[in-house]
C-alpha cells in the first residue's frame, strides 16, 4: 500500500538534455544553447508536476 504524501521521484534526464530537439523547442533552441532548453523545460516539467498535484488536492 502506497501512504500519500510520501513524495515521488521522476527521472527525466535524457528528455532534459535532449530538449532542444523536442518538437516543443527545436524552434527555439539549437544545440549551441542547449543549456537555455533544458532550463525551459525543466520549469514546463515543474510546473505541469505542480498543476496535477494540486488538482489531486
Do not use: H, P, Q
Not at 4 to 29: E, H, Q, T
Amino acid at each position: 500500500m502506497i501512504k500519500k504524501d510520501f513524495g515521488g521521484i521522476v527521472n527525466a534526464s535524457r528528455s532534459l538534455i535532449c530538449a532542444y530537439k523536442s518538437d516543443m523547442w527545436k524552434d527555439k533552441y539549437s544545440e549551441a544553447n542547449f543549456e537555455e532548453a533544458t532550463r525551459a523545460e525543466a520549469i514546463r516539467m515543474r510546473d505541469e508536476l505542480n498543476l496535477n498535484v494540486n488538482k489531486r488536492g
